[in-house]
């Protein structure tokens, strides 16, 4: 039987490269955004025609966690859980944090940090009712070392670092892994409001004298999934020699 894989946060960038991937390798897949529905099905209807792979695509708030619970009961419904779990769903701010409301701090932790306690409380008693899967919680570099007017961001991946971690150690005994990948500099929308300056110079301070591609990161989660489940609670940095 075909495996199957949820991926957060899939309408682009890395999600989307990453919903190729395991398409390619004959997964079914579960695939989230919450406001790019236009681009979440039309992903939906390629990766069905292209790979003939059975696609689950939803729209909704993932830091939501009733949200996250009907998404759960729908993809029990069709595949009786996920073997593979990718939280890739993350918004940024960038900003002086005594400018920042309470409001926005809150949806910053709620989309990076809080949805991958939901996905993974949902989705650990079909792995553990099989004693096999994986997790994989993207992350950023900035949650090892902190960045400059990125502190709610920051503190997001930290704590993801942290929460992969200590899962892993939960997990472990039932043969189920948990990493993360801390990104560098990704040519994602999210790095879309560098001017040509500011992205020449910051190339220049990353030693591989580039950002990576999202599909450089989708194929490091592949790489990763692939590995013995003894590889566990490990945080994976992939930036280029940047930090």
């Known amino acids: 039987m075909r495996k199957t894989v949820l991926i957060t946060g ?3 960038g890395i999600g989307r490269a990453t919903a190729v ?8 897949l579960v695939i989230t955004c919450s406001k790019s529905e236009t681009e979440l099905l039309r992903l939906k209807e390629e990766l ?3 790979f003939s792979v059975d696609v689950l695509a939803s729209i909704g708030d993932i830091s939501d966690y009733e949200y996250v ?3 759960f009961s729908h993809i029990e419904e069709r595949f009786h ?3 593979v779990l990718v939280n890739n769903a993350g918004i940024s701010y960038v900003g002086l944090l005594t400018d920042m409301t309470i409001e926005e701090w809150n949806h910053i932790l709620g989309v990076n940090l809080t949805s991958v306690f939901s996905t993974c409380k949902l989705a650990i008693p079909h792995m553990l009712s099989k004693k096999s899967g994986k997790i994989i919680n993207i992350s950023s570099v900035w949650g090892n070392v902190g960045a400059s007017c990125e502190i709610a961001y920051s ?3 930290g704590g993801i670092h942290a929460f992969t971690k200590a899962l892993a150690k939960e997990l472990a005994p039932s043969r189920i892994a948990v990493n993360a990948i801390a990104c560098g500099v990704i040519d994602t929308d999210m790095n879309g409001f560098l001017s040509v300056e500011e992205r020449t ?4 301070e990353i030693p591989a004298g580039r950002f990576a591609q999202p599909e450089e990161v989708a194929e490091a989660v592949l790489q ?3 590995m013995p489940t003894y590889l566990t609670g490990q945080v994976i940095s992939m930036d280029g020699g940047y930090i």
Do not use: P, W
Not at 23 to 28: F, I, L, M, S, W
Not at 201 to 204: D, P, S, T, Y
């Open 10 to 12: 899939a309408s682009r």
């Open 21 to 28: 991937a395991f398409a390619k390798e004959g997964y079914n």
């Open 48 to 50: 069905e025609r292209d």
């Open 69 to 71: 619970t009907q998404l």
């Open 81 to 83: 859980g996920v073997d």
């Open 155 to 157: 503190a997001s991946k």
């Open 201 to 204: 110079a910051l190339e220049a």
């Open 224 to 226: 990763v999934i692939k």
